[in-house]
T-cell receptor, first 115, second 110 residues
Framework: GAGVSQSPSNKVTEKGKDVELRCDPI?????LYWYRQSLGQGLEFLIY????????KSGLPSDRFSAERTGGSVSTLTIQRTQQEDSAVYLC?????????????FGPGTRLTVT | GEDVEQSLFLSVREGDSSVINCTYT??????LYWYKQEPGAGLQLLTY?????DMKQDQRLTVLLNKKDKHLSLRIADTQTGDSAIYFC??????????FGTGTRLQVFP
């Protein structure tokens, strides 16, 4: 079956613009995670969803970052007024249900470059 | 990778064994994980170990867990060029998310 897909694969934007990153989880997976991978910060958790609700948003770095998930499937991560420090690879993962006992399957990521 | 530490680089000759180390601060997790990231590819779960085990062997991979010292290691026997990648240990800290280590870049030379 299809894995986790993310779009776009690459995004270059000007500082101050808003961007939307999309994640399509594996069909039937109820949990969806967003992570960010950058040179300075390594691989860090941003937010996760169980169904449409987000029990843990603790990793979102500022109020410019938001995410939503509708219909228990596709999720969108939105970054408003982008800054150069937002440049990173944004990774999405999904699992059957939330919980450390369940494997997270990762998408290929979206590489965001803010100029 | 706050509080989950790894050495940044490891270089080995093809056919030798590789040992990648990880230290963590929280010992309440049920599982600890190793992920592999190949160039241009996403993260892939490589193996895991249950917290009540000391060792797990899976073909060329051996995971060792020392809970007293909060130390996790991944040994790759007969390392091949295809093993060149970045390896991350991950500790869920008994939560639903993964806290990743800093990552170790393994380079295998012929």
């Amino acid at each position: 079956g299809a894995g986790v897909s993310q779009s776009p694969s690459n995004k270059v934007t000007e500082k101050g613009k808003d961007v939307e990153l999309r994640c399509d989880p594996i069909s039937g997976h109820t949990a969806l995670y967003w992570y960010r991978q950058s040179l300075g910060q390594g691989l860090e958790f941003l937010i996760y969803f169980q169904g449409n609700s987000a029990p843990d948003k603790s990793g979102l770095p500022s109020d410019r970052f938001s995410a939503e998930r509708t219909g228990g499937s596709v999720s969108t991560l939105t970054i408003q007024r982008t800054q150069q420090e937002d440049s990173a690879v944004y990774l999405c993962a999904s699992s059957l249900v939330a919980g450390s006992d369940y494997e997270q399957y990762f998408g290929p990521g979206t590489r965001l470059t803010v100029t | 990778g706050e509080d989950v530490e790894q050495s940044l680089f490891l270089s080995v000759r093809e056919g030798d064994s590789s040992v990648i180390n990880c230290t963590y601060t929280d010992s309440s997790s049920t599982y600890l994980y190793w992920y592999k990231q190949e160039p241009g590819a996403g993260l892939q779960l490589l193996t895991y170990i249950f917290s009540n085990m000391d060792m797990k062997q899976d073909q060329r991979l051996t995971v060792l867990l020392n809970k007293k010292d909060k130390h996790l290691s991944l040994r790759i026997a007969d390392t091949q060029t295809g093993d060149s990648a970045i390896y991350f240990c991950a500790d869920p800290r008994n939560t639903d998310k993964l806290i990743f280590g800093t990552g170790t870049r393994l380079q295998v030379f012929p």
